[in-house]
């Protein structure tokens, strides 16, 4: 049977499409493999949200070169971000890339292995994940409307586009039946969730619909924008049991010039006010944040006041990036990237040293108690889940616990994870 490789870098949008191209590959008869030297098909799903990100793909297409010439001669893809609708400049500049393919484009893959005789076009239901996770991903909105000024996103992925309710509501429905307990519903702007429909629902009637699938335990979402998480959202979150107490909702700097610059929409005071009702109206809830330091013109003060974030607001999570100058972005064409790299690195190891300390005290307080994960899969030997909250638990046990939610009594706490027994 021929086989296929795919690499993925990036956001859990990017894990979602490779997903879904695996599961078309397998349907219309290849088989997956950890090797490319293995694969007929090599597909790289890659990622230019920062210079670092596009580096490594660079890299991985560079060393794919001598597969090319070699008796095996795979064909190889290139999809994800760094493919946009003008493919000229890529083929010239990637001559060892067989095809061209944007995010979510699975059709076109298809077309193509179509004209070689290699397989069908891919039908809708042939995209659902064949071998789902306990915890799955499940793409509800593709693209962005916002335009922050540092982001690629929506010159390569476009205008929010909102799948229905009811073609979600199917496919999750389906996953349950393959033994999914929990989704994680996906978006680049995940509360812009359905403003383009025609009966214009919001990710808070969503929720509401599939806090009903009987034998779904647990939902998720991510990435929120501050802008857009409205009361409505907030009031679903704290009524809906089967939702989980955590959020992503970047703030991405801490100063008011800085955050007008970005064209976040939004001041730190008005975060700062958001994050204390979404507090008072979910007791426990835990929340990851997004920074970036050494945008355009930061000045230490401006700096300083993320730190002050941080300090005040005291994350569960914070995901902290160096600016990284994308070519096509307002701040690009605009603004000059005028903070030495090593200046931008102090900062963000600065971020990276207060958070692990912030971290280490959160976690510490789970030590002795008693916490419900759902069981994802093994690593060295342990099973590992995550709580309601998205701390990761490792625990030792003979049994088969795949898929299932245990209990577990957390023995020993750090800044990222924790290790526990199977409590009674």
């Excluded at 179509?114 to 991903?137: E, I, V």
């Excluded at 982001?151 to 199917?170: H, T």
């Excluded at 607001?313 to 070519?327: E, G, I, K, N």
Aim: aromatic content about 6%; charged content about 30%; glycine content about 8%.
């Amino acid at each position: 049977m021929p086989c296929y490789y795919i690499w993925t870098i990036g956001c859990q949008m990017n894990k979602a499409d490779s997903e879904r191209i695996g599961s078309y590959l397998e349907r219309v008869g290849f088989q997956a493999t950890r090797r490319a030297e293995e694969a007929e098909i090599v597909v790289l799903n890659s990622c230019v949200v920062r210079q670092s990100a596009e580096d490594r793909v660079i890299n991985k297409l560079g060393a794919l070169k001598s597969l090319k010439r070699g008796p095996q001669n795979p064909i190889l893809a290139l999809t994800g971000c760094m493919v946009d609708s003008r493919v000229d400049g890529l083929r010239n500049r990637f001559s060892q890339v067989d095809l061209f393919f944007r995010p979510q484009a699975v059709g076109e893959l298809g077309q193509f292995l179509g004209s070689r005789g290699l397989a069908a076009p891919p039908k809708p239901d042939s995209l659902l994940p064949l071998h789902p996770s306990p915890s799955t991903f499940v793409p509800i909105i593709e693209g962005c409307d916002k335009f922050c000024s540092y982001c690629i996103v929506p010159y390569r992925r476009g205008r929010e586009r909102s799948r229905s309710v009811d073609e979600i509501l199917c496919e999750v429905r389906w996953l349950v039946e393959r033994g999914v307990k929990e989704v994680t519903l996906l978006g680049q702007n995940v509360d812009s969730y359905g403003h383009d429909l025609p009966t214009r629902p919001d990710l808070a009637d969503l929720l509401a619909e599939l806090n009903r699938v009987d034998s779904l335990a647990r939902i998720r979402f991510l990435t929120s924008h501050p802008k857009d998480m409205g009361e409505r959202l907030i009031e679903a979150m704290a009524q809906l049991e089967k939702v989980c107490e955590y959020l992503s909702l970047p703030f991405q700097a801490g100063d008011d010039d800085i955050l007008l610059a970005m064209r976040r929409g939004y001041s730190a005071k008005q975060y700062r006010e958001l994050v204390e009702r979404i507090r008072d109206a979910i007791p426990g809830v835990a929340l990851s944040t997004d920074v970036i330091v050494g945008f355009p013109g930061e000045s230490e003060e401006q700096f300083e006041r993320t730190l002050d974030m941080i300090c005040e607001l005291r994350f569960d999570t914070v995901h902290a990036a160096c600016y990284s100058p994308r070519p096509g972005t307002i701040a690009t064409r605009k603004l000059r990237d005028d903070v030495p790299l090593e200046e931008k690195r102090r900062r963000r190891e600065k971020i990276e040293v207060l958070q692990e300390r912030i971290a280490s005290e959160i976690n510490r307080k789970l030590l002795g108690q008693t916490v419900e994960i759902l069981v994802e899969g093994r690593k060295k030997g342990k099973w590992l889940g995550r709580t309601r909250t998205n701390k990761l638990v490792f625990f030792g046990d003979e049994g088969d616990h795949l898929g299932k939610l245990v209990r577990v009594e957390i023995e020993k706490t750090s800044p990222w994870a924790f290790q526990g027994s199977l409590a009674g």
